[in-house]
């Protein structure tokens, strides 16, 4: 039995992509009042971020008894159980499986993209690894295709149209490739779906 009223804390800041999947669930749950944002700098040793989750990782959610749940796959599973709903993730059933691949498989675009972004924020550009560079292209790419081809109903929200909207935002905001012009049933349902989901306007990656 989950604590029906205790209060969490959740280390994100508001660019990161993963902390923007679980601030889009805590606003379609409707579980805004019970949770408060604390900033993290994953870059700053000192953070208490890493004591939180030691893979100094956001976004982290805390309990109020200090317990620290991540990744972002768990904590949207842990908020849909304490809203006592079943809508982002399916509980059960061959359709529980597909779905969270197909959300494996958005969360691993943003995944590539940022480890392109990281390249260039960790390495003077006289040492970037075009191969490297050129192994996480192909990755979005891929991903990408499968989502072309099949993109998720615009009317619905689960944890792959969240992914995916997350995904794609950071594709728009880093620009680690282009995306837009090759992926036109792609670009559709994004404007699609953030018409039907108040929650992608909301959680927005604020301009810099
Ligand atoms: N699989 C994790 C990925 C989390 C992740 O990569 N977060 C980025 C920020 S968006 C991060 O903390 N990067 C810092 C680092 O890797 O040290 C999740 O779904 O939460």
């Known amino acids: 039995m989950l604590p029906p009223t205790e209060t969490f804390t959740l280390r994100s800041t508001l660019t990161s992509p993963f902390g923007r999947k679980v601030r889009m669930a805590i606003d379609v749950l409707g579980l805004a009042d019970r949770v408060t944002i604390v900033p993290a700098d994953t870059l700053d040793e ?17 309990l109020a008894d200090g317990t620290a749940l991540y990744d972002s796959r768990v904590i949207i599973e ?3 159980e304490l809203a006592g709903s079943s809508r982002l993730v399916p509980p ?12 494996v498989l958005a969360d691993g675009i943003t995944d590539a993209g940022l480890l392109m972004v990281y390249e260039g924020r ?3 550009p006289a040492t970037f690894s075009e191969r ?8 979005i790419a891929r991903a990408l295709a499968t989502f072309e081809t099949a993109p998720p109903p615009s009317d619905r929200t689960d944890v792959v149209s969240i992914s995916l909207t997350c995904a794609l935002g950071y594709l728009d905001w880093r620009k680690p490739v282009a995306w837009r012009d090759e992926h036109p049933r792609l670009v559709s349902w994004l404007a699609a779906y953030g018409e039907y989901e108040p929650a992608v306007a909301r959680t927005r990656i604020p301009a810099a």
Do not use: M, V
């Open 122 to 124: 960790f390495r003077e």
């Open 46 to 62: 000192n953070d208490t971020l890493r004591q939180q989750n030691p893979l100094g990782k956001l976004p982290c959610l805390l």
């Open 78 to 80: 842990f908020l849909q």
């Open 92 to 103: 059960r059933g061959l359709e529980r499986y597909t779905i969270l691949s197909r959300a």
């Open 132 to 139: 490297w560079l050129k192994h996480q292209r192909g990755k």
